[in-house]
């Protein structure tokens, strides 16, 4: 069984938290075009950039540490890099998102709908298996 380390339950506190969202989500991309929950997508547009930082910033502070210090790992600094580059990836998508989020409050949306559920998936399915990865490395690295 690994160890606990500082941090460890505030970063596990913080994935649900993110994960909640994408089960929002998907809700709100399961009810396209039929009845958009405009009250979901308000919440969604304002608390998914905050708690996208949230996670990375604590995955900056507790995992990549854990994986840095890890004595006789391959790879360590490819992994670091990758998943780094998977924060910037998930923080340029979520701005995405939002943007189309607000066009489709805003009754503007240039986008189909067909499009839209689309980016909705996308976007819940990658943080999902990017948490689920992370979890994993941190399973084994702490």
């Not at 943007?99 to 980016?119: F, Q, T």
Request: a neutral charge; glycine letters at 4%; one cysteine or more.
């Amino acid at each position: 069984m690994p160890m606990r380390f500082s941090g460890q339950q505030e970063l596990g506190q913080a994935y649900r938290e993110l994960l909640a969202l994408c089960d929002r989500l998907e809700t709100l991309a399961d009810s396209i075009p039929r009845r958009i929950d405009m009250t979901s997508c308000r919440v969604i547009m304002t608390e998914l950039p905050e708690k996208l930082r949230r996670v990375h910033a604590l995955e900056e502070t507790i995992l990549f540490p854990a994986v840095e210090g890890r004595r006789g790992t391959d790879d360590r600094d490819a992994l670091i890099a990758r998943l780094r580059a998977e924060h910037d990836q998930d923080d340029r998508a979520a701005v995405e998102l939002v943007r189309v989020l607000k066009a489709v409050l805003d009754n503007r949306a240039s986008l189909s709908w067909d499009a839209i559920g689309y980016m909705l998936r996308g976007f819940f399915e990658t943080v999902r298996r990017h948490v689920a990865t992370e979890r994993l490395i941190l399973w084994r690295h702490a």
